[in-house]
């Protein structure tokens, strides 16, 4: 009889123990597990940094990377480091229970140096809405903050859903989006970007790239005849046909169809995706329409 009281305390005294311990699978495939819910996290990033603010989770979030400018009470947040290099002594100092990287956009050799010091890592690589709404479930979950989660998930899947219902069966639109102009770059039909191009019944001029994001000639750019020159950028800042205007066998040159989109929306791959694939669209669409882009 005291041996059956002494397992059943036991059991009775885990059991809050189990219930408090979180367990996700980041987009690298590493598996982790917190004995309780995060209480001091750090993103690596600016999507990141919206994300765990998007999951509810801000309140934990106790440094951030550079250039993390939203929402607003990130700023106040002290900087640990960027895409390239992170300081280790001050990231010690603040004991994260939680560091979110970026897969592709944070070396291989700083994302192993971070679990190499016992960091507890979680590695985020969006490539689709599904993917947004799965990492934020995952941060939820590790933060203890599921139903806030939760509701901007499904929030940010509906508002995708309607999207592209709204834009499905139009006429397709030759896009090029272009991420840098010296040297000409863009990114592939994996890219985040490519599926708002999809998504608005557009078609990525240069899907079948083997990469996410490359740096392309001009003459083979030429040669797509883009109907649809994309920027990423401030929205303050007019989109310019640069070298683009050379070029006027282009559609895009010959009818002045250049559009900047919001950067900080649409190339973030955050929260706050869809609202930069929704000026996409009526970018695309103005485009059909034989409308002139804002200027």
């Not at 990377?65 to 700023?75: C, E, I, V």
Request: hydrophobic letters at 45%; charged letters at 25%.
């Amino acid at each position: 009889m005291t041996l059956r009281l002494l397992l059943a305390t036991l059991l009775l005294a885990c059991a809050p123990c189990a219930a408090a311990e979180r367990r996700a699978v980041d987009d690298g495939g590493h598996a982790l597990v917190l004995a309780q819910p995060a209480r001091r996290i750090v993103t690596l990033a600016p999507h990141l940094t919206e994300i765990a603010y998007a999951a509810g989770a801000g309140d934990a979030v106790v440094a951030v990377g550079r250039f993390s400018d939203w929402p607003k009470a990130a700023l106040d947040k002290p900087v640990v480091g960027d895409a390239f290099t992170v300081d280790y002594e001050a990231l010690s100092r603040l004991r994260p229970d939680l560091v979110l990287v970026w897969g592709s956009g944070t070396p291989e050799r700083t994302r192993d140096k971070l679990r190499a010091l016992g960091f507890p890592v979680f590695e985020v690589e969006i490539r689709d809405v599904a993917g947004l709404a799965r990492t934020l479930r995952d941060l939820g979950r590790l933060a203890g903050t599921e139903s806030a989660a939760e509701a901007r998930a499904a929030a940010i899947a509906a508002d995708w859903d309607a999207l592209r219902a709204r834009y499905a069966g139009r006429r397709p639109v030759r896009v090029f989006f272009q991420l840098w102009d010296a040297p000409l770059m863009t990114l592939n039909g994996r890219h985040l970007i490519s599926s708002a191009i999809e998504a608005c019944g557009g078609r990525n001029v240069f899907a079948e790239l083997p990469t996410l994001t490359a740096t392309v000639g001009w003459e083979s750019a030429v040669a797509r005849d883009p109907e649809l020159v994309a920027i990423g950028g401030s929205p303050s800042e007019p989109a310019k046909p640069g070298r683009w205007a050379e070029f006027q066998q282009v559609s895009a040159t010959r009818h002045a169809q250049f559009a900047r989109i919001d950067g900080n929306l649409i190339s973030r791959s955050g929260p706050r995706f869809v609202d930069g694939a929704r000026e996409l669209c009526e970018a695309i669409q103005r485009v059909r329409d034989g409308s002139p882009q804002p200027r």
